[in-house]
């Protein structure tokens, strides 16, 4: 696995001393033009052997330069032209699809042809450049003039947003279709779907009452086994050894030097309002502010937000990716996009309102380092920081309390495919573009990308790091955003039971089971509980359901035991989980659990509905509606005013 | 690790079955012999039942109850006294296996183990409970797992080991509804135990609810399950609390009858005791060793003053298993090991040997009353016990 350096931006690529050297001219420059402060200056001199970064990278990453001055001054002390590429952009015949790889990486691209001669908009020249150049155009068939790596970058966006584009929506399924859920059933999952139904309704007619029997046996046993499987996860996620621990002393060890370069992928739509408190966050990271590559990804029509980052003065390290209109306008789509320019080893993805907290990508790369070279990604834990909005975002921290801090690391443990969360999931970059990243089509693009992991051979560790997130504290929209987990449940499971002899094969048998009780069932179970409930509501209201009436007796002492002491323990599980994060409030409102369930089942019919109807839809949810958001908003906007 | 001669590498690869085996051959044939060593030793009469595979099940004891309706339910073909004997031996077997994977987990090497498991497997105590094949296995194997659990938490007291004991608390409940009143003097001691609850009263509260509630649960579960909800909730509530609700005129006889099979067990006591104070002092398991000394006299106290009829062994019986469940879950220095095997080394000698050397009236207590033998009138589990 090589290690990506902060190469992209051209800056590294002369020799150490040499450059050094070229650096510290171009910082008394702007010193001399009064661009910068001698104190200013002498605290990146300070920072930039601890980051084991060049000044250049310090004080554009710090955001104690402008990009444009800095690289303006940088083609005085190289005695080039600066050329602003947003005011004279390069001839698109010069540029090649191929190379777009080299454009970012070498830091170049072809401009202009002048007397015979390619002219390249470089934002250095070391031999690196000229070796490039070489081999394309002749020792004497180029020249330079210097530019910076944000024009290149804008540049490359522009050339090739089709090409990008393309590859963003239709990389995957050109290279893997079973894989992508671009079609949600297969003509043969539709026939054999159709067939079962057409010969369980013939049979429900010539024998009703062995059909009722064997359904309710056959539910009652799929009930069982999944809530023995749910205790069994919750029980040995509840270890303290299950997750990659790592401590603060490991942290406080790794040197910044030895850190790569992290990318950090941000999709926006529509989200101006936060936009101030996400980058607060992202500026609160412990990791070198040089060897951060912040992608903003935005849609190119989100005029709104992108205004919005503009004004926000952002460090040269936190750049605005445009995604280019396309249908389905999904995230997974926007995060393909983008991955096209993460410079880094490794990336994660952060959602709008996150708060990772400081030390995250710290601790992921320490994990990784520590890891086998299977291991493709680290999902950190996910919790709520508005919990006390109302009943609705208590009942959720719970279950992310259960899902993130239990059932994950208990897969984890398990050796089976994981789920990944929607955010805060670490990246090998390499292993991520091989296995072709986001199925765009998918509306859990996170959850099939764990299964599509682990049918690769690689596997999900879980970090002792969390995030925090806005739990969506209104019912509507949180009706919206659940049907779309459980409509990209559905899907997944559906893409891969297409082969399910190739699944077993490739994750084995207890990855098959874990698969099929952990991303089939919980949906399913979404769906049969109304039925169950009202049952049981007729039964103990009239008193003229009893189970051992109709069913044999095994199968009646099953769902007695699942209706009594399979739900009890559900509930359970909850209140743990509440323990193990130290919410001694939420204890007792995990009573209150099967009320939030009876919403899981409204949203999943929703998500069939959708599922049918309009599978690649991506129901959006609204980020800062919570007090808490409300109130980071207004303090970082008296700060900004001055107050 | 290696250079410390005191823990010798993990072994757990070591099969559980090299214990379950002969153990359960052991049991099995011990019991098909009983009648004949009856003969031979007269002194075993009033220590062991002579009736192996007679089971006593006290009212309302749940998991026996279960047994016996399985039992019940199984094809006429079996025999079910022989039946019982093997689930009884059964469950005696891997509870030894279970013992062994601890002892592996806890660096004790194998003959260690094996060594010190054969003599639990020959305590006069352990042969009875098994061969008699009554309430007394699941008796003593709930405690032995609570002292199991109280030893886990000592170790890692992470939500795991909390759960865990929360999880085997209602176990007491369900071997006999008398004991239940346990559950929230042990509940207590998750809270207690733990630094941030004793300083913060919200989590004092929240750790003991989550410890107490899966007894909640399974009692509720239970009522459901196995009255359908018919029997009255109050009804089925007196059943654990009226164990507590009125003191015997005279506790004496009942409490001198328990010390005496108590008495075979003293070096056990006593090696307990001066590894905690002594050797052990100021490491971990103090919890585990507490509660392994404190149940078996809290029992031995309760039944004798509420009058509960619990089988006057049953004391020294949950004394061997929770003791022996101690000494498998703590990681023993070598000495310590060592130690125990003596230890119990010496308590077989003594329960073997005492009723030899001094005849049939020597340490045999008077045998009080039992509970008359309960054959639920079952047709299936749905209504395995109506009877409150």
Redo the contacts between chains.
Sequence with gaps: MSRSSPVSTGLSLMPKGDQSALHIKVGQRLLAKGLLTPDTLAAAMDVQDRWGSHLGHVLLGKGMVRPIDYFRTLAEVLRLPFVNLQVHPVDPSLCFYGDRNDYASVGLIPWQRESGRVILATTAVTPRQHDWARMRFGRNGYAFVVTSPYDIFWQTQLLFRDEDSAQALDALYSRMPEHSAKVTMTVPQRNGLIALGILYLALCVVRPGDMFVGTMAVLTVFYLVTFLFKFLL???G???NVDVQIADGDVRAIRDQDLPVYTVLVPMYREASVLPLLVNSLKGLDYPASKLDVKFILEEDDEETIAAAKELGMPASFEIVRVPHSEPKTKPKACNYALTFARGEFATIYDAEDMPEPDQLKKAVIAFRRSADSVACLQARLNYFNRQDNWLTRMFTLEYSQWFDFLLPGLDWLQVPIPLGGTSNHFRVSVLRQVGAWDPYNVTEDADLGVRFAQEGYTVGVINSTTYEEANGVLPSWIKQRSRWVKGYMQTWLVHMRHPYHLWQSIGPKGFLSFQLFVGGPPLVMLINPFFWLVTIIG?TTHSV?L?DFLP?PV??IA??NL??GN??LV?FG??A???R?Y??L??QGILQPFYWVLHSVAAYKALWQLITMPHYWEKTEHGTSLQTKHALAQLGEVANGK | MANNPALPAPRKATTAFIVIVPALAFFVFAAAQLPTLHHLVPSLQGFWSDRPGQMEVAPHAWISLFVVAVLHALPGMWNLQASLVMVSSLGAAFSLGLLFRAMQSDRWAVWESVLLLALVALQPLVVYLTVNANESIPFALAFGTLVYAANRLDV?G???S???FGLFLPLLALVRPEVAVFIPVLAFLVPLRDP?ARR?I??F???F??SI??TF??L??LY??VS??EASPVEFLRLYLEPVSSLVAAPGDMFEAQLYPMLYLTPLVGFMLGYVLFVGQGRRHMGGAFIALALPVMLCGANALFGWGVDFRMPAAVLVATGVSWIASTELQAKGRKGAIIALCLCAVLGWGAPLMHGADGLVAPVTQQHEVERPETD???RLAPQY
Excluded: H
Aim: proline letters at 2%; hydrophobic letters at 60%; glycine letters at 6%.
């Design positions: 919750t029980w040995v509840a270890n303290r103990l009893r051992g007796e009646a002492f007695a035991f009594i002491v009890l323990f359970y209140i743990i509440a323990l193990k130290r001694y409030d204890v007792l | 890692n992470d939500v795991q909390q759960m865990t941030g913060d919200r989590a509260a929240a750790l609810l989550v509630l899966p649960l399974v509720f579960s459901c399950l359908s909800l299936g589990l749905l």
